[in-house]
């Protein structure tokens, strides 16, 4: 007998895909989908973007939130330089 197991969770870590024995002793394939935060929309593999918040008040921690590339975009803000130094020419 083959199942297969989603999980729905809205805090998704990592993509999981793993060959897991079941109590009969035959492997069941099991996928993690990653859920957008705002919308509940599902992130296709690839897509999508975690956005960090850091509060002035160090108290309070961080949060973070995954959303789709259209809600990012929509969220607005200013773009950052990236870090490093720039790739020699060839």
């Known amino acids: 007998m083959n199942c297969l197991l989603l999980d729905f969770s809205k805090r998704v870590e990592a993509v999981t895909l793993a060959a897991t024995p079941t109590t009969e002793g035959n492997p ?17 593999d690839g897509k999508g973007a975690t956005v960090r918040i850091t509060f002035a008040d160090a108290r309070k921690g961080v949060r973070e939130l995954d959303v789709t ?10 773009a950052v330089a990236r870090r490093g130094r720039k790739p020699k020419a060839a």
């Not at 394939?29 to 859920?35: D, M, P, Q, S």
């Not at 590339?69 to 200013?78: I, K, N, Q, S, V």
């Open 28 to 44: 069941v394939a099991r996928k993690t989908i990653r859920v957008s935060d705002k919308s509940g929309e599902e992130i296709p």
């Open 69 to 78: 590339d259209a809600e990012a975009e929509r969220l607005g803000g200013r």
